[in-house]
């Protein structure tokens, strides 16, 4: 090592005296140090004080250039030397070089700059705000021939693509044309991966999507997914999971997705329906996944139902009842769901029997799989008849009793919440109403009429309302013991409620005088005064249900 120390001396007359002979050999010395004992030799070099020289002998004007910079990428392999390598101000001059022609300057810097900048979210952004993404799209393009100079830009790209700041400067260059371009010649597995590993987090923005469709990488992702869906190699599996994750991923933009619907003609469309019945189950999810997402305007969900995408997704969904693939659940569900928002869609989707298909996973245990099983049939029981037919089945409302406690899973237990108060409102039935009462039902209504979202609040006290109106000796006991009255009382006088709570609230009051015990209740608690006060609410529809009430509150004390 004593000759390190004779070559950093050397090293540093030479750099003020830019002799190119001996500047080299130094540098020479140099790479064979780090080759032998990197750390070692780094921290000796940051002793010395060499660092805050290299930033002079990056020119491109000197033959010595490219040594200097892989001199750098080799110190900053180690963490220690990253920020020494920026106070030294090796960046900027680093990032001049990469509008060099040479392409071993160009590899070297671009190692150098990865190096330093590794695992640094704020030296990437500074990275990108000098401008260094349109000049490495530009390198790629203009050095594509070139395997170890284009690994070095899908490096960079894959670091720089994480951060969000990089998307609106990769949108505004031709990122998309080159990759695809790039990715259409390559053969080898790692190659694409390292493609697929860039094209991921650039795919999250919606103008890069559709760039990305328009430069033809769907039908890039559909080859892939042709030529590997029979395959058992790992490697083969890999990318077709990939491709169809990433073709997921394109259809997420609502411009990008409209595009590959071509009004439900479209090949891509067409490609992605044969995966639903296929046996391999990534492409049956990437399939069902594929249609949640076409499924988000009313006009492709009324074409999908009417061209009979509901029996393929319900023969799917059969193919996992007992033991079932968990995400392929998830997602066949989800398609149902979006499937079912438009309302000509819900008679046939009831007649093709959905229903009684979505009932089977009545019995999973999976959180997200509950989800959207109920936030299927809440979709779909707008009718009369389904809602009076589902309400009336014994084991669904259990279950939903069961799940409205579900206090570790916010969503399922608002969702069941959501659907035992949609089977009163929609089934107007006496039946319905006995059933979630026997199941122990009410209580929960009564928490969701102080839920935090109005709409919830809402519908729980038409609910309320529809059980005092048709089934209030029923349901008396379990409204006492709920407290229900003291929850009306407390939503009417606190002035944040909304004008609706307060107007169905005090609907539902009305409604609950006709049973002894709780109209008791609601004398003790003096409602009168605070009905009285409402009559100069604001909202007219306020008022009015103000005067109506504090009338029947007379006549009955």
């Given at each position: 090592m004593d000759n390190l120390s004779d070559t950093l001396k050397k090293l540093k007359i030479t750099a003020v005296d830019r002799t190119e002979d001996s500047l080299e050999g130094c540098l020479d010395c140099l790479l064979q140090?780090?080759?032998?004992?990197?750390a070692e030799t780094s921290e000796k070099m940051q002793g010395s004080g060499i660092l805050q020289l290299f930033a002079s002998l990056l020119t491109p004007q000197s033959s010595c250039t490219a040594k200097v910079a892989n001199v750098i990428a080799e110190v900053a392999k180690n963490e220690f030397m990253r920020i020494p390598c920026v106070d030294a101000g090796l960046i900027s001059p680093l990032v001049q070089l990469l509008h060099s022609k040479d392409q071993e300057v160009l590899l070297q810097t671009g190692r150098a700059l990865g190096n330093i900048c590794y695992d640094s979210h704020s030296l990437q952004a500074q990275l990108i705000n000098m401008g260094v993404i349109p000049t490495l799209v530009k390198l790629l393009g203009i050095h594509c021939h070139n395997a170890a100079l284009t690994e070095m830009c899908l490096v960079a790209f894959g670091n720089l693509a994480e951060l969000e700041s990089s998307k609106e400067q990769f949108a505004s260059t031709n990122i998309a044309e080159e990759l695809v371009k790039l990715f259409k010649k390559q053969i080898e597995h790692d190659k694409r991966e390292m493609i697929f590993e860039v094209l991921a987090p650039l795919a999250e923005n919606d103008a890069i999507k559709?760039?990305?469709?328009e430069a033809g990488l769907v039908e890039c992702l559909l080859e892939i997914v042709q030529q590997k869906v029979d395959s058992d190699k790992e490697d083969d599996i890999a990318e077709l999971?990939?491709?169809?994750d990433l073709m997921v991923l394109l259809l997420l933009g609502d411009e990008s997705m409209q595009k590959l619907f071509e009004g439900g003609k479209g090949n891509v469309f067409q490609r992605v329906l044969?995966?639903?019945?296929?046996?391999?189950?990534?492409?049956?999810?990437?399939?069902?996944?594929a249609i949640a997402n076409f499924a988000r305007n009313d006009g492709n969900c009324i074409h999908m139902v009417e061209n009979g995408i509901v029996e393929k997704l319900m023969d799917l969904l059969d193919?996992?009842?007992?033991?079932g693939n968990v995400t392929v659940q998830h997602a066949a569900l989800s398609a149902l769901r979006n499937l079912a928002i438009p309302v000509v869609n819900k008679a046939k989707m009831l007649s093709a029997g959905v229903t009684d298909a979505v009932l089977k996973f009545l019995k999973s245990e999976m959180p997200p799989v509950q989800f959207k099983l109920l936030g299927t049939l809440r979709m779909l029981i707008d009718a009369q008849e389904a809602a009076e037919q589902l309400g009336k089945n014994v084991k669904l409302v259990e279950r939903l009793v069961e799940?409205?406690?579900?206090?570790?899973?916010?969503?399922?237990?608002?969702e069941s919440n959501r659907l035992l108060s949609a089977l009163i409102r929609h089934s107007k039935s006496k039946d319905v109403i006995k059933t979630i009462v026997q199941s122990g039902g009410i209580k929960h209504l009564v928490t969701m009429a102080t839920s935090e979202h109005v709409i919830m609040q809402n519908e729980a006290l038409v609910a309320l309302a529809l059980i005092?109106?048709?089934?209030?000796?029923?349901?008396?006991k379990d409204l006492e013991s709920a407290k229900l009255v003291q929850i009306l009382h407390r939503l009417l006088t606190d002035e944040r409620s909304a004008p609706e709570i307060k107007y169905n609230s005090m609907v539902l009051t009305c409604a609950l005088l006709g049973s002894e015990s709780l109209q008791?209740?609601?004398?003790?608690?003096?409602?009168?005064?605070?009905?009285?006060?409402?009559?100069?609410?604001?909202?007219?529809?306020?008022?009015?249900?103000a005067s109506l009430t504090e009338q029947r509150l007379t006549v009955e004390s």
């Open positions: 140090a780090l080759a032998q004992n990197n559709l760039q990305l469709v999971k990939a491709a169809s044969s995966w639903i019945p296929s046996n391999n189950h990534q492409l049956q999810l990437a399939g069902a996944l193919r996992h009842v007992e033991n799940w409205c406690e579900a206090k570790d899973h916010a969503g399922v237990m608002g005092a109106a048709l089934e209030l000796g029923t349901a008396e008791k209740e609601v004398q003790d608690l003096a409602f009168l005064d605070v009905v009285s006060k409402l009559r100069s609410h604001e909202n007219k529809s306020v008022a009015q249900q």
